[in-house]
């Protein structure tokens, strides 16, 4: 099987490369930093706090939405109750660009997450230039070092940090070399694309009490929230399951209350 996320970072190397060449600042300057974490901690006291995320396309399923409108998108999810947004800016593979984040975040008043893969720490000062509010660092693609220079850059500039595992020996890595006190668990396995929700399941007991984890991909209905509360889990990144519904505010209200229409 060939490695996905091997090749993803390969093609990401070349791509961060140029952009160092061109330099920053060709976006005007980013509004303060909005809460990441904060915004998700409080709304998981109320219940289930969601991350939406505002995804075109993806390497395993191709284009997931055609008519597509990141600021509307970005209105219709805070309209349906979710705390924060993801916002995917991978050209290549996503169909994402930074465009994309910068005008679903003027639109809202949600804080951002910029789905990407971040390999360099330059990547932090060009998404806070953006205007992200937090980055991703996914730990399957980075070394021990590398991973931490990122965290620090990122945390230096006030963005909070997501880190993403899919496996005990990801969390045990993460938990000895980050600070971060965000966790996701990536349902879908980045190197074949397989998705399993058993995988939060798996990996919750392991997640220290102050640390907050986030359930990501493969969530399609109100009862899959629920069965992740059975493990404790009441935060979750979601993005093709409302991204393919006609009216994406109230499938993102049916997903967080259960209530249809
Ligand atoms: O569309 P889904 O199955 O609801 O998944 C959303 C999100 O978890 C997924 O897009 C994602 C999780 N980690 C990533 C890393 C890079 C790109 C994308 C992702």
Same mark, same amino acid.
């Given at each position: ?62 284009? *997931?939405? &055609?008519?597509? =409108?990141?600021? #509307? ?5 805070? /309209?349906?109750? !979710?705390?924060? $947004? ?51 660092? *996914?730990? &399957?693609?980075? =070394?021990?070092? #590398? ?5 620090? /850059?990122?945390? !230096?500039?006030? $963005? ?59 969530? #399609? ?41």
């Amino acid at each position: 099987m060939t490695d996905r996320l091997a090749e993803i970072c390969a093609t990401k190397r070349i791509e961060v490369a140029a952009r160092k060449v061109q330099g920053l600042s060709c976006w005007p300057e980013p509004s303060p930093v909005r809460g990441f974490e904060s915004a998700l901690r409080n709304k998981a006291d109320t219940g289930f706090a969601l991350i939406a995320e505002i995804k075109k396309a993806s390497p395993s399923k191709g284009l *997931i939405r &055609a008519d597509f =409108d990141p600021p #509307a998108h970005a209105q219709a999810y805070q /309209a349906g109750g !979710a705390a924060c $947004l993801s916002i995917l800016t991978d050209a290549p593979y996503f169909q994402g660009h930074e465009d994309y984040l910068v005008s679903a975040r003027a639109a809202c008043d949600l804080p951002v997450i910029r789905k990407d893969f971040m390999i360099d720490p330059w990547q932090c000062a060009e998404s806070r230039v953006m205007g992200a509010d937090a980055i991703l660092i *996914i730990v &399957a693609a980075l =070394d021990d070092m #590398a991973m931490s220079e990122i965290e620090d /850059a990122a945390l !230096a500039l006030g $963005l909070d940090v997501l880190v993403e595992v899919h496996d005990e020996k990801e969390l045990e890595r993460a938990l000895s070399h980050l600070k971060s006190r965000l966790i996701g668990v990536n349902n879908r396995n980045l190197k074949s694309f397989d998705v399993d929700l058993a995988t939060t399941e798996r990996l919750a007991a392991m997640v220290p009490s102050d640390k907050l984890l986030v359930c990501e991909s493969g969530i #399609a209905s109100h009862a899959d929230c629920v069965r992740m509360a059975d493990s404790g889990v009441h935060t979750f990144l979601v993005g093709e399951s409302l991204m393919r519904q006609e009216n994406i505010e109230n499938a993102t209200r049916s997903l967080l209350t259960g209530q249809i229409g």
